[in-house]
């Protein structure tokens, strides 16, 4: 085992060289070449450095928090980031923006989807997080039409599991007469509630950090919501991991104005139309399978400006950098009406 003054020297030099990493972060973000740390691929630099050297015990997910924590607070110090995402605090997109940038950002939380775009566009934050689907609910429609129109690129992704907790003033579940939250987590919990609170009136209200607050304000009531909203609201945490499904996440664009660079391990979304004629999405589609391109998603969505027409949202692995991509986006520019490259970034897991 090791003696006291082991582990102590050993904290000191580490301190000392997360101080001087700091250092060297702030002035690379001060000096420019950092400044954009979503855009330069230096997490997903970090990343690949964790995976292939990290002998534990810390997992990589540890591991990885340290640095961008270190990298956040250099931000702070020499540029301070800003992000807008869909409110209010507390809420999964919070959670999303906390996994993605860490602790030390100034965050502005938005009433909507298009809140968020517009933040990002007229310079009031630097990136905008948005969610764009659930793996058992589908797509989110209004960011899929916000990234037809708007001019901002996905920069980033970012998969989050979706947790719940039983929070409360109370510190029993026996005391709760009434549970607050949005109506998606009391269907995703319903199975638990059965069997924990078959007694309580559910309240459904507009998001599960509203559902904090009230409860944070009523006597026998709790919230099903983040474990991000026991601190904000200073409830207490009654139970963990509610929900009925442990299969369950959300997926996360980081929209901003910078092109990211490549990082070995990008996808490529683009959104695009194809002509009115037998056989024209399989000859669209052809391209990807000749180049040997993995799509990962392609999903149609109504043209809102034609009747009976669709756009397809299609992701594949690859960057638009990439020789055998542009080969391949500039065969099916052909095939199409049109066609929108959304933007390439690293992928996420």
Request: a neutral charge; hydrophobic letters at 40%; glycine letters at 10%.
């Amino acid at each position: 085992m090791a003696s006291t003054g082991d582990i102590g020297r050993i904290e000191k030099e580490i301190v000392e060289r997360i101080s001087r990493l700091a250092e060297l972060y702030a002035g690379e973000i001060r000096a420019g070449s950092g400044a954009d740390v979503i855009a330069s691929g230096e997490m997903a630099r970090i990343e690949g450095l964790v995976r292939g050297n990290n002998p534990g015990p810390l997992t990589d997910v540890t591991v990885k928090r340290v640095f961008r924590e270190i990298i956040a607070g250099a931000h702070a110090a020499a540029a301070p980031i800003t992000v807008a995402f869909l409110g209010p605090e507390g809420t999964l997109s919070n959670v999303a923006v906390k996994e993605l940038f860490g602790e030390s950002i100034v965050s502005h939380p938005q009433r909507t989807i298009q809140d968020v775009f517009r933040q990002v566009e007229k310079g009031s934050a630097r990136y905008g997080v948005v969610p764009v689907g659930n793996s058992t609910e589908g797509s989110v429609t209004y960011t899929l039409d916000e990234l037809m129109e708007t001019s901002l690129g996905i920069m980033a992704e970012q998969y989050v599991r979706i947790t719940y907790s039983l929070l409360s003033r109370e510190r029993d579940m026996g005391s709760i007469r009434k549970l607050y939250s949005h109506p998606q987590p009391l269907g995703q919990c319903k199975g638990w509630i059965r069997s924990n609170l078959p007694n309580a009136d559910m309240i459904s209200v507009d998001s599960t950090a509203r559902a904090a607050e009230i409860a944070a304000g009523e006597q026998g009531a709790a919230a099903i919501a983040s474990v991000l909203a026991a601190d904000l609201y200073g409830l207490n945490t009654l139970a963990t991991m509610i929900e009925d499904s442990r299969q369950n996440f959300t997926r996360f664009f980081v929209v901003g104005d910078t092109a990211g660079k490549a990082t070995g391990n990008d996808k490529t979304s683009i959104v695009c139309a194809v002509k009115d004629r037998p056989g024209a999405l399989l000859t669209m589609l052809k391209p990807f399978s000749d180049a040997g391109i993995n799509m990962t998603k392609i999903e149609s969505r109504p043209d809102k400006k034609k009747m009976w027409a669709y756009n397809f949202f299609i992701d594949f692995l690859g960057h638009r950098d990439d020789e055998i991509v542009r080969t391949t986006l500039a065969a099916i520019k052909n095939e199409t009406i049109f066609l929108k490259i959304l933007g390439s970034y690293p992928a996420g897991s």
